[in-house]
């Protein structure tokens, strides 16, 4: 066989003959092209380069090898050569090029795939011609013979017969195919390389082919050698092109499929049979099913033809079962497991699936057989038994076994033993519910704390009801949650007692409530699940014995700990009460050292304690949601000020900052009350200022960007505080609608003296100038400290170099004095 000139490029395998590169180049406008799909690189012919007038060079990318294709057309070619790649699906496609000149011409593009011997794709190959723009798709018979005559692949073969079929050309690969030299054959008709039987029936068809010019395609059996070649016929000018293959494989695995689908099409069980190809995604693809698969997933035989059983997998389809189909597959060997799939409508089902390979005769994998019972309802029982064991029937809670197997587990290796508490809740005066208004109301009651105390945990922590009013709470430490064993049974407590101690509407009747709460810890010390629940037992009772409504920890220093702040929790409910909070403002200057605005500062003055430090007790007032009342009040407060200096000279242009909690930001009802503020007291949104902390950072980005959004509307500014001690990243900063970022104290405050600090002052400085934000620092102490920070790019300041945090009274002295001129505000204090 003569290959192309040395001109063409130089790929893998032998190019179209010279027989039909001549045609290609007398008939029509016309070149091949060839894609390496694991490089990625492009050749194509010379003929094809003046076609698309682009330089003939050796290699391309696909940018450059599409670049040629007007723009309606490219990402629809690029389509079919990615799937062609992916998938093997061969196409023939009319598209529109655009020469450099800007001549637009219509080309036919055609590409199939070449499969190495493991079945994957290894090329694409394919052929462009130029065709009229008039001609429609089936019009043409060159075009018609391109699309046979593109390079032989899998096996295939290709020659060429006159006009009275006789053999005009033929490759190599169809000499042996037919079993006899190119020269027995030349001259010889198509038909006498078949069996007697048929000869007649293929002269008629290849005849009439000719004489219509239409294509022919036929398969036919060679009884001299067991098998079966299939034909695929063009008619050109002058002749026929054809593509030769032999097929018998798969007829007989066509005729095995039939042989199956006779014996199985009827089986209540889903019988599923797929190719045996690569297990790599998406798989082997589906060749057949019985009337049960489509009756029980609802999919009809031609929707999952040719697809992958992937289609029937889900959200909750088990990966490591999948895993362990995957590894028995590679290994050529059966496997059975349960699994859930999904029916075509999205419902779950369960199934009993029995997988199995099928063999040739010459021991070659050819498909794989899976029978499927339907097991749902048996998976249903199962369950009601489990649940029915391990499970509250009046609470649906865990009952004492589960918690048990549960706390067990977590002990079981004591070098892999992960920390935690246990929890033991009682209520308080249960017994006389049940005697006065009976066992059913009890009932309804012990109901309504089971869905409070699920309220209270996160999820993996276990909530189980030990008997009566007796529920246990398990907390185990995970990476998920990396918080001290006792601080997060204490802030879990606080949510309990708070939840159990609001009123529970019964029929007809409002009853109060509290319980009495006993902790103890595990994971330091090799303690057993007997020594645990009756620790947490002992601790109850001592939390009964302090008066009910509390919480005791069995470790008497962390007992120490928590009723510490059990006590400040009710100190701080009292001073709500009593009003005994306050708000001082800090001065916050620009560059000029003159006042901008200030912050807003909530200070605590307790009856006995004295000042409270604000770490003290802002922490509690998260826990116990106290902070939302008080965070309202320190808006309201701020917005009245605001209010107040609108029409004062020298105050007018103000702005107070206001920090809000990430409690209270989360709260649903936070951005109208924020509006309402805004509303009721009548001041410019833009002179109000919230300080939001990096820890709203740490989940639920898209609700905090969306409120952020929603405050930025109104016009309100937004700051975030303590910028680079927490959660900050630039993907999540980026998004984020802010006017100002906050420099902390601590990286201020060595900023001269720690190079660490340094730096870290310095970029925040430049990231803030990079995204257009206001930058301030706090902390400010020193003029030194003022001075670097200004050097930086910084023009904005707040610390005790300029002012401490005043109470209202003094700091509208501190203001007056600054405008009459009689105080410098960089080491001013008053």
Not at 114 to 123: K, L
Not at 227 to 253: H, N
Not at 335 to 353: H, P, Q, S, T
Not at 479 to 488: C, H, M, Q
């Amino acid at each position: 066989m003569t290959a192309l000139s040395s001109e063409s490029m130089s790929i893998s395998h032998t190019l179209p003959t010279a027989t039909l590169v001549s045609l290609l180049e007398r008939s029509a406008h016309a070149g091949w092209w060839s894609l390496d799909a694991a490089a990625g690189q492009w050749t194509w012919s010379p003929q094809l380069a003046r076609l698309h007038d682009v330089p003939a060079h050796g290699t391309s990318t696909s940018d450059e090898a599409l670049a040629f294709y007007a723009a309606p057309w490219r990402e629809r070619i690029a389509g079919c050569v990615d799937r062609c790649c992916r998938d093997g699906i061969a196409f023939d496609e009319e598209a529109q090029i655009v020469t450099r000149q800007g001549r637009p011409l219509w080309v036919r593009v055609l590409g199939e795939a070449v499969r190495g011997p493991d079945g994957r794709v290894v090329r694409v190959e394919g052929l462009v011609q130029e065709i009229a723009p008039t001609e429609t798709a089936g019009e043409g018979s060159l075009r018609r013979s391109l699309a046979v005559g593109a390079s032989p692949a899998g096996g295939q073969a290709f020659a060429t017969v006159d006009t009275e079929g006789r053999w005009t050309y033929l490759d190599a690969a169809a000499e042996q195919l037919l079993r006899a030299p190119a020269g027995a054959l030349l001259g010889r008709s198509l038909w006498n390389s078949f069996q007697k039987t048929g000869r007649l029936r293929l002269e008629e068809r290849v005849r009439a082919a000719l004489a219509s010019h239409e294509p022919v395609e036929f398969e036919e059996p060679d009884t001299r050698q067991s098998r079966w070649l299939e034909v695929r016929g063009q008619p050109f000018e002058g002749g026929m092109a054809l593509r030769l293959a032999d097929v018998t494989a798969r007829r007989k695995s066509q005729e095995q499929l039939r042989l199956l689908e006779g014996s199985i099409a009827r089986l209540n069980d889903i019988v599923i049979i797929t190719e045996a190809g690569p297990f790599n995604a998406p798989g082997p693809r589906i060749v057949f099913v019985n009337e049960a698969f489509e009756t029980r997933t609802g999919y009809g035989r031609d929707e999952v033809l040719g697809r992958t059983p992937r289609l029937l997998q889900g959200p909750e389809t088990q990966r490591d079962r999948l895993d362990r189909v995957r590894d028995a597959l590679e290994e050529w060997r059966p496997v059975r497991v349960d699994l859930i799939n999904y029916r075509k409508n999205g419902e779950a089902f369960w199934v009993d699936l029995d997988i199995s390979p099928v063999w040739d005769k010459a021991r070659k994998l050819t498909h794989w057989v899976a029978v499927g019972r339907d097991v749902t309802e048996r998976k249903i029982a199962e369950e009601k038994i489990q649940y029915l064991a391990f499970y509250d029937a009046l609470t649906k809670l865990p009952n004492r076994q589960l918690l048990l197997d549960r706390l067990q587990e977590s002990l079981a290796n004591r070098h892999q033993t992960r920390e935690g508490a246990l929890m033991f809740i009682d209520l308080d005066n249960f017994k006389v519910l049940n005697d006065t208004l009976g066992h059913q109301k009890g009932d309804l009651l012990l109901q309504q704390v089971a869905e409070r105390l699920r309220s209270c945990v996160s999820k993996g922590d276990t909530v189980a009801r030990l008997g009566g009013d007796e529920f246990v709470i398990l907390l185990e430490n995970r990476k998920d949650k990396p918080l001290d064993p006792a601080a997060g049974a204490r802030s879990v407590a606080e949510r309990i007692l708070a939840a159990l101690g609001e009123p529970y509407v019964l029929p007809g009747y409002l009853h109060h409530s509290t319980c009495s709460i006993g902790v103890t810890l595990f994971g330091k010390t090799p303690w057993t699940v007997s020594e645990l629940l009756k620790q947490a037992d002992l601790a109850m009772y001592q939390a009964k014995s302090a008066g009910r409504n509390t919480v005791c920890f069995f470790d008497p220093e962390m007992q120490a700990v928590a009723t510490a702040n059990a006590t400040l929790a009710a100190d701080l409910r009292q001073a709500w009460r009593e009003r005994q909070f306050q708000i001082d403002y800090q001065p916050q200057v620009g560059p000029d050292g003159r006042m901008t605005g200030v912050e807003a500062l909530l200070r605590w003055q307790h009856l006995q304690r004295g000042v409270v430090p604000p770490e003290q007790f802002i922490p509690i007032a998260e826990e116990t949601s106290l902070i939302i009342p008080i965070g309202r009040w320190v808006l309201d407060t701020a917005c009245a000020q605001l209010k107040a200096w609108e029409n004062q000279p020298g105050r007018d242009h103000l702005s107070i900052a206001v920090n809000v909690s990430v409690r209270q930001f989360r709260h649903p009802e936070f951005v109208d009350e924020v509006m309402s503020a805004i509303k009721e007291s009548g001041i410019a949104p833009h002179k109000l200022k919230l300080e939001l902390t990096e820890s709203l950072l740490a989940d639920g980005i898209e609700v905090t960007v969306a409120k952020m959004g929603n405050l930025k509307a109104m016009g309100v500014a937004l700051s975030l505080d303590d910028f680079g001690m927490g959660y900050s990243s630039l993907s999540y900063l980026k998004r984020l609608p802010l006017d100002q970022l906050k420099i902390d104290r601590e990286f201020v405050k060595d900023v001269l003296t720690d190079a660490n600090d340094a730096a870290i002052a310095r970029t925040i400085i430049g990231l803030a100038q990079s995204l257009h934000l206001e930058v301030i620092a706090e902390g400010v102490e020193t003029e030194a400290q003022r001075d670097f920070l200004a050097r930086q790019g910084c023009h904005a300041f707040q610390g005790y170099l300029f002012c401490r945090p005043l109470p209202l009274q003094r700091l509208e002295a501190f203001i007056d004095a600054q405008l009459s001129g009689q105080l410098e505000i960089q080491s001013g204090t008053i």
